[in-house]
């Protein structure tokens, strides 16, 4: 994968093994790295730097550190990679809710790094691609049923057939040079204006 000009953020309170994920970038070219090394205004911190990919080592974490570093990667739209050193069940299964491309348990060593790092950012535009793809399934299963309910509505009240009240739709649509589904959704609307839904 081609990481020219990316920016990384590690994010570890031991400079020592952060030390030892910056080791592991030293192949990529070109690349900016920010060491963080306090909790306090951490998400504000990346913010700030507006990091392309964010790298985690935790260590040893108690559960409310966990959580306190899962509350940041639900706010991070970025490939991240979490690396601890002991984990249970509980804990992976929230790192994957908190949005965490790559839960590494006992796996901190500097020639593990790219490939993690590989790992972490196909993982993400994978499941951004999913999400991509969700978003807009939805959107036109919701775009189907308001042309549905428009439909209805031109039936009963124009006492018309289906394919006529479809065609009333899209006969407006082409005229006024608008989607089907915004003619549909403005008819729901008149219809709801008027007390009538």
Request: no cysteine.
């Given at each position: 994968m ?22 592991g ?33 935790l ?59 590989d ?40 006492k ?38």
């Amino acid at each position: 994968m081609q990481y020219d000009g990316v920016k990384i953020a590690i994010i570890d309170e031991s400079s020592v093994r952060a030390s030892i994920i910056e080791d592991g970038l030293a192949e990529l070219d070109n690349r900016e790295v920010f060491i963080l090394t306090q909790r306090e205004g951490l998400l504000a911190r990346i913010e700030e730097i507006g990091p392309d990919i964010v790298l985690m080592d935790l260590g040893n974490p108690s559960r409310d550190v966990l959580e306190e570093y899962f509350a940041v990667s639900r706010a991070l739209a970025r490939p991240i990679a979490m690396f601890v050193d002991e984990s249970d069940d509980d804990a992976i299964t929230a790192s994957i809710d908190a949005g965490v491309s790559a839960y590494v348990v006992d796996g901190l060593s500097s020639n593990r790094i790219r490939p993690l790092l590989d790992l972490a950012v196909k993982r993400f535009n994978a499941f951004a691609r999913l999400q991509s793809d969700l978003d807009e399934a939805k959107g036109k299963l919701a775009e189907r049923e308001t042309i549905d309910r428009a439909k209805r509505i031109l039936m009963h009240s124009r006492k018309l057939t289906e394919p006529a009240a479809y065609a009333e739709l899209r006969r407006k649509a082409m005229s006024s040079n608008k989607r089907i589904a915004e003619i549909a959704e403005a008819v729901v609307t008149a219809h709801e204006l008027m007390g009538e839904g």
